[in-house]
């Protein structure tokens, strides 16, 4: 890894599978819920105080757990995309930087990476980038989020560009770029999008 280093398009529309998922999870997380007020108001009529203050708590914690598993499961199924925020500085960052050869490698295992990519994709095309979008298929062992390959350790300036430019509209993006020696041709950045992490 390279250690010096100092993308507008339609929301995509969660899958009936996706929905179903969501719905199963809440369900769950509300049946969980209704267990542990059932269980509260039982205990609640034949324990002393003291105990029934600590059995409020350790139901508490464990519906918390419960609350924060759905969210992330919620998280984990909402498509990524820019937002205003992010979009307008990544325009500004790229309006004087230099242009260049970005392929934007979208992981088909990611149902949202194809959109997400689109989206950055038109933001770099605007700005004189040469900015396609390929489909990729991902190996290996962490092949979540954002990463930038190059060809070699010599890394082509339009990689710090594509780099600050990422950092500058807070779009996570993994420090450093990943040599391929099969990757990328020497003028050219791949930015490669994984599924959420």
Do not use: C
């Not at 989206?119 to 605007?126: K, V």
């Amino acid at each position: 890894m390279v250690e010096s280093l100092g993308l507008m398009g339609q929301h995509r529309k969660m899958s009936a599978g996706s929905l179903s998922t969501l719905f199963s999870w809440l369900a769950l997380a509300f049946t969980l819920a209704t267990l542990i007020s059932s269980g509260l108001a039982l205990h609640y009529r034949h324990a002393s105080s003291k105990e029934k203050d600590s059995e409020i708590s350790r139901l508490n914690v464990e519906l918390s757990d419960a609350g924060s598993k759905v969210a992330e499961l919620v998280r984990l199924q909402t498509p990524r995309k820019l937002d205003d925020n992010q979009k307008t500085k990544l325009v500004d960052s790229l309006a004087n930087a230099p242009k260049g050869k970005l392929t934007i490698k979208a992981s088909v295992n990611a149902p949202d990476a194809r959109d997400y990519a689109g989206q950055i994709a038109a933001i770099f095309a605007a700005a004189g980038w040469s900015a396609p979008i390929d489909n990729a298929l991902f190996m290996g062992g962490d092949t979540s989020g954002i990463w930038i390959t190059v060809r070699s350790a010599k890394i082509p300036p339009v990689a710090n560009v594509v780099y600050d430019a990422l950092k500058q509209a807070e779009i996570p993006v993994r420090d450093g770029a990943f040599g391929d020696a099969s990757g990328p041709a020497e003028d050219e950045v791949w930015l490669n999008i994984g599924s959420t992490k």
